[in-house]
Nanobody, 124 residues
Framework: QVRLVESGGGLVQAGGSLRLSCVAS????????MGWFRQAPEKEREFVAA????????FYGDSVKDRFTISRENAKNTVFLQLNTLKPEDTALYYC?????????????????WGQGTQVMVSS
């Protein structure tokens, strides 16, 4: 089992920035790919970004490309999501997820491990 804990969310004005963190614990000896997803009220959970274990494969959702950056520090079992140029439509609960393997990193159904989420609110 892998436990994931997100942090770094908050309230920010449009155009501002936040940095989300996700720390993994438990069975972290496996090589897990990590993903970020988000869910706004009454909307489906949406893919945001994903990164392979070694960092060689990175993917972004179309709505966040060129504004968000995913990175990881494996020695600290931590993955980050830098959110820049935030917009009100970025308001959502942001979830960290983990999975073994490198195929289908944008598919939420492929991730067995999820955190509880951290709330991001962007005011206009």
């Amino acid at each position: 089992q892998v436990r994931l804990v997100e942090s770094g969310g908050g309230l920010v004005q449009a155009g501002g920035s936040l940095r989300l963190s996700c720390v993994a614990s438990g069975r972290t000896s496996s090589t897990y790919a990590m993903g970020w997803f988000r869910q706004a009220p009454e909307k489906e959970r949406e893919f945001v970004a994903a990164i392979s274990w070694g960092g060689g494969a990175i993917f972004y959702g179309d709505s966040v490309k060129d504004r968000f950056t995913i990175s990881r520090e494996n020695a600290k079992n931590t993955v980050f999501l830098q959110l820049n140029t935030l917009k009100p439509e970025d308001t959502a609960l942001y979830y960290c997820a983990a999975r073994v393997g490198t195929d289908g990193l944008t598919d939420r159904a492929e991730y067995p491990y999820w955190g509880q989420g951290t709330q991001v609110m962007v005011s206009s």
